[in-house]
């Protein structure tokens, strides 16, 4: 694990003892503009991948820009505010989550979608990554740009990445740019 993400653990503290990689991970909004390797994001989606879901129905979906093209299909529906900094994220991420199975409604695709989002935020912690998820962004606009069926429901948008110096951020977000004490 790097120097920043033990000193983000030893800021710290947990009431009760629990594995490091609850601390380190937080949501940073500074990024490297730097690759992250592709067997890399294929852990991190791997460790989304075994959440647990009710029967084992597995309705999240994660839609996956790397490239910087890619990217920017995403940039028209995120707000001003989120966009003035995730344009560094070298991955965008956006997280849905299918309402509905071959029997009808699937009441708890927002909470099993949850799960596989916390474990595909720990396991890139544990990569040496950062995450930001981000609600701030017109879903309507991304349903129509990324043609998400209507039978999905839009979760949320992630930036993913190495995290970059604080230094990097606009003038009023470094202040920001601290893991919360909790």
């Not at 120097?3 to 937080?26: C, F, G, M």
């Not at 909004?29 to 009710?54: D, G, M, Y």
């Not at 529906?77 to 989550?97: D, G, M, Q, T, Y």
């Not at 544990?126 to 740009?145: C, N, P, S, Y």
């Amino acid at each position: 694990m790097s120097t920043l993400k033990t000193e983000v653990a030893q800021s710290r503290q947990a009431a009760y003892p629990i594995d490091e990689v609850n601390l380190n991970r937080w949501s940073p909004r500074s990024f490297l503009e730097k690759e992250v390797p592709e067997t890399t994001l294929k852990s991190v989606l791997e460790a989304a991948r075994w959440a647990p879901s009710a029967f084992n129905f597995q309705p999240w979906r994660f839609i996956v820009a790397r490239t910087r093209e890619e990217r920017e299909t995403f940039f028209p529906f995120i707000n001003e505010f989120n966009r003035s900094w995730c344009e560094k994220a070298p991955v965008l991420v956006l997280i849905v989550s299918k309402k509905v199975s071959d029997k009808g409604d699937f009441v708890s695709h927002a909470f099993d979608t949850g799960s596989a989002w916390g474990l595909f935020a720990l396991e890139a912690t544990r990569q040496g990554l950062a995450t930001h998820a981000m609600l701030g962004f017109d879903q309507a606009k991304a349903r129509e740009i990324l043609g998400v069926p209507e039978e999905y429901a839009i979760q949320a948008l992630v930036a993913l990445g190495y995290q970059g110096p604080k230094e990097n951020l606009p003038d009023g977000m470094r202040e920001r740019e601290v893991p919360s004490p909790r």
